[in-house]
T-cell receptor, first 115, second 113 residues
Framework: EAGVAQSPRYKIIEKRQSVAFWCNPISGHATLYWYQQILGQGPKLLIQFQNNGVVDDSQLPKDRFSAERLKGVDSTLKIQPAKLEDSAVYLC?????????????FGPGTRLLVL | AQSVTQLGSHVSVSEGALVLLRCNYS??????LFWYVQYPNQGLQLLLK??????LVKGINGFEAEFKKSETSFHLTKPSAHMSDAAEYFCAVSESGSEKLVFGKGTKLTVNP
């Protein structure tokens, strides 16, 4: 079974530029998550989708971050404009369904450096 | 609000020695607790989870953790460390009925030959 795929793996941009990350979850997984992992910290949930609807985006900085999950499969996370403090690893995860006991499967992440 | 505290950002053990990674949680309702491992340049992988069944939970790669409500702890142990256990370990909590995971800051485990 293929895991969660993310691209690109690495991205370097200058502040005020825009950037987009792509995630393809495990086939059949209804729930998709985007996390931000700053160096030296644990992952922090940015947004959760159930199929193509948003379940939780309370920690998404909506003035600069946006995410969509068209057709309930792939998802993109965009930052526009980027700030220095956005430098982090962006992790995508998926789970079969929603529910506390469902295991979240993580992709390898996209490492973003903002200069 | 839920929170997780992992004591020790770095732990170093010798190969074959006991591994003990500490995790304390704060939750206003019965929690669900998780341990994840992250190898360099990879995503997180679930080691084990506690979901209000047996308090001693066995996971993959010989790891186990014990839920102790009185101590609000969920420490991760492995009897004998292997070189391949070198990685970063994250403890996470969620409240029952919520899917939102709150992670600790992680503990980097080094295994010395």
């Amino acid at each position: 079974e293929a895991g969660v795929a993310q691209s690109p793996r690495y991205k370097i941009i200058e502040k005020r530029q825009s950037v987009a990350f792509w995630c393809n979850p495990i086939s059949g997984h209804a729930t998709l998550y985007w996390y931000q992992q700053i160096l030296g910290q644990g992952p922090k949930l940015l947004i959760q989708f159930q199929n193509n609807g948003v379940v939780d985006d309370s920690q998404l900085p909506k003035d600069r971050f946006s995410a969509e999950r068209l057709k309930g499969v792939d998802s993109t996370l965009k930052i526009q404009p980027a700030k220095l403090e956005d430098s982090a690893v962006y992790l995508c995860a998926s789970s079969l369904d929603h529910g506390t006991v469902e295991t979240q499967y993580f992709g390898p992440g996209t490492r973003l450096l903002v200069l | 609000a839920q929170s997780v505290t992992q004591l020790g950002s770095h732990v170093s053990v010798s190969e074959g020695a006991l591994v003990l990674l500490r995790c304390n949680y704060s939750s206003s309702v019965p929690p669900y607790l998780f341990w994840y491992v992250q190898y360099p340049n990879q995503g997180l992988q679930l080691l084990l989870k506690y979901t209000s069944a047996a308090t001693l939970v066995k996971g993959i790669n010989g790891f186990e953790a014990e839920f102790k409500k009185s101590e609000t702890s969920f420490h991760l142990t492995k009897p004998s460390a292997h070189m391949s256990d070198a990685a970063e370990y994250f403890c996470a909590v969620s409240e029952s009925g919520s899917e939102k995971l709150v992670f600790g800051k992680g503990t980097k485990l080094t295994v010395n030959p």
